[in-house]
């Protein structure tokens, strides 16, 4: 999953910009909102060879993505 930083996500529902309810994100809209984020930034920082920044977002990026794992099995297990 790749993410734009200018696509930031405080609340679901709010990318549209309409009026309606919001909520706020679950542990798994968080986890991959930062998965995402951190890809980003990883590119950024890898393009500009910042190479200890790179890595630690590199590792945010696999925790997030091991996050993300771990929460879609939760929900398919309540399911």
Known sequence: MTQ????SLPLAGDSDGDDG???PLSPL???SFVEGMAAEMRTMTR????????YFLEMVRVEASAEIERLAKAVDRAS
């Not at 734009?4 to 696509?7: G, H, Q, Y």
């Not at 500009?48 to 790179?54: F, G, T, V």
Request: glycine share 0%.
């Open 4 to 7: 734009k930083a200018e696509d």
């Open 21 to 23: 309810p919001q909520r």
């Open 29 to 31: 809209e968080i986890a």
């Open 47 to 54: 393009e500009a060879k910042l190479n200890a920044l790179s």
